[in-house]
């Protein structure tokens, strides 16, 4: 019995095809094939065609190259965006995986980390199967602003996005085309500058309030969690500015309400969220319970819209019509839009809060330089819109926390038709994902990417950074449209907290990503314990 010949593969991990009866075999089994000896008129078949494959790639090596300047030209520009290089495209290189299940598993293990992983190991565009799927991930800023900018009609929001309209229905981030444009054009007015910045007393009053109830915790010597604190705040504050409704009397049941909804928006890949809707599982029974009670939520603050006249977004979504036909949003269209802004508006800040926080309680030095700039520009006082404008470390040290823990981290799309990113080619059909988590940690970008420094958003540091470097909130015509107010909010928040507290983490304490394929929130309580900043020399 002769030696075991050895399995050649391909990258997409298929054996290679041999005269041989052993790979022959193999290769049927993978395919699923019947089996074919290598003998009778199928082998003779196939044992022409090879000779005459071997016979035209002699005639082509016989053939002299082209030397011709045109040829030159052609061959020696780097592929481009959209086009083929001459040779023809090339394959990303990226892991094998397992047979039928691709990545699969190590993804669902931990998504951010093997993500990571696979920027370092193969580059800034890499290449997976998932299962039946291929799938890409793209990290350079070029083809980033390929997929959101330049080319963005060919990339659709993904199959993800499908368990946002379970909860959201059809509003502004699940919407697309026609409809999206309408819903975008409507509400853009309330997240304006102007609108903004009409909201910081809001804000700093919910705040307040918060530091309230902590001051009493410090009396007590007992610990916060940021994140049960942030989403309340966030929450309230929301709620307030775009609404006019106080929902400070519901806040334990929609705390409760929204930690469900958000477990049904950012999918974990279980089983269970690919059954049909209509089925009655425990899932789907609660998809229809929060559902009920959002109604009744929007029923109430469209109640109080119209015997107060507050909230900015009630009026708007109300005065809304049909770009096309002229008729006003129906009561779902109102409904769908007011609880999409509700849900994501408050969920994304508020994590992006607990991260700033958690942030400069664990770097001193940064600690430090943030309370110098606050003790000389606000003194004791609140901030006020004006003086927001000047805290200039205080942004620095929100955006580099934004860098590095960016709330939505994950923007799957869909490439409609085949394409190039950054010389490899993107078929039709298959999917693109793009992350600011770690496109924000790429080594080719970012110097010593894993370290804490608010220096890199100096306007120097920003002139020399590549667009679509860093990209917190998305980018191209569907940026998040409530980026401006997240940023304020967190301006005030940082602010406010660091001026009355110092905050230090529970020992012990570990923090990870949650294990959403989408954001970025903290898997479990984020706890704190604080430190009264009275009687301290704030500067």
Request: with cysteine; aromatic share 6%.
């Amino acid at each position: 019995m002769g030696p075991r010949q050895p399995v050649h593969r391909d990258p997409a991990g298929r054996a290679d095809a041999a005269p041989d009866a052993g790979r022959l075999r193999l290769r049927a089994r993978l395919y699923r094939l019947p089996h074919r000896p290598p003998c009778g008129p199928g082998h003779r078949r196939e044992r022409g065609d090879r000779r005459e494959r071997r016979e035209r790639r002699r005639r082509h090596a016989r053939t002299p190259p082209d030397r011709s300047a045109a040829a030159v030209t052609t061959t020696s520009t780097p592929p481009s965006h959209g086009t083929a290089a001459a040779e023809g495209p090339r394959i990303a290189p990226g892991p094998r995986g397992k047979p039928g299940f691709g990545s699969l598993v190590p993804y669902r293990r931990d998504p951010a980390q093997f993500l990571l992983r696979l920027q370092r190991d193969h580059g800034q565009l890499s290449r997976m199967r998932m299962g039946p799927y291929t799938v890409h991930l793209a990290t350079s800023p070029d083809a980033v602003r390929r997929v959101l900018v330049e080319n963005q009609a060919n990339y659709v929001r993904g199959k993800l996005y499908e368990q946002f309209r379970l909860v959201m229905g059809t509003g502004l981030l699940t919407s697309d085309g026609r409809a999206w444009r309408g819903h975008r054009r409507a509400v853009q007015p309330a997240f304006a500058r102007s609108a903004i910045e009409a909201i910081v007393p809001n804000v700093v009053e919910a705040t307040s309030e918060m530091l309230a109830r902590w001051e009493a915790a410090e009396r007590a010597g007992e610990p916060v969690d940021l994140v049960a604190e942030m989403m309340r705040l966030t929450l309230v504050t929301l709620s307030r500015s775009l609404f006019g409704y106080d929902i400070s009397a519901r806040t334990a049941l929609m705390k409760e309400v929204v930690d469900d909804s958000i477990e049904v928006m950012f999918p974990h890949g279980y089983v269970s969220e690919m059954l049909p809707t209509w089925l009655p599982t425990s899932r789907n029974r609660l998809i229809r319970r929060n559902r009920r009670i959002y109604d009744e939520v929007v029923a109430d603050i469209r109640a109080n819209h119209a015997a107060t006249g507050e909230g900015v977004l009630v009026r708007l979504a109300e005065e809304a019509r049909d770009p096309e036909t002229g008729e006003p949003w129906s009561d779902t269209e109102i409904r769908d839009e007011l609880l999409t802004i509700y849900l994501a508006g408050h969920e994304t800040t508020a994590t992006a809060a607990c991260w700033t926080l958690h942030s400069v309680a664990t770097h001193r030095w940064v600690r430090e330089e943030l309370e110098g700039e606050l003790a000389r520009a606000l003194g004791g006082s609140a901030p006020d819109v004006g003086e927001l404008a000047t805290l200039d470390y205080t942004r620095m040290v929100i955006e580099e926390s934004l860098r590095l823990y960016p709330p939505i981290w994950l923007y799957p799309r869909d490439a409609v038709e085949d394409d190039v990113l950054d010389g490899y080619h993107i078929p039709g059909g298959s999917s693109v994902l793009l992350s600011p988590l770690v496109s924000h940690r790429n080594p080719e970008v970012w110097e010593n990417p894993e370290e804490f420094d608010p220096s890199r958003f100096t306007p120097e540091a920003a002139k020399g950074r590549p667009r679509m470097a860093y990209f917190p909130f998305g980018g191209g015509p569907r940026m998040c449209i409530g980026n401006l107010m997240a940023t304020l909010e967190l301006k005030i928040i940082l602010a406010m907290v660091c001026q009355r507290f110092r905050l230090e983490p529970v020992p012990g304490e570990l923090l990870r990503y949650g294990d959403s394929l989408i954001s970025l929130r903290p898997m479990s309580a984020m706890w704190v314990r604080l430190r009264s900043r009275e009687g301290t020399d704030h500067g």
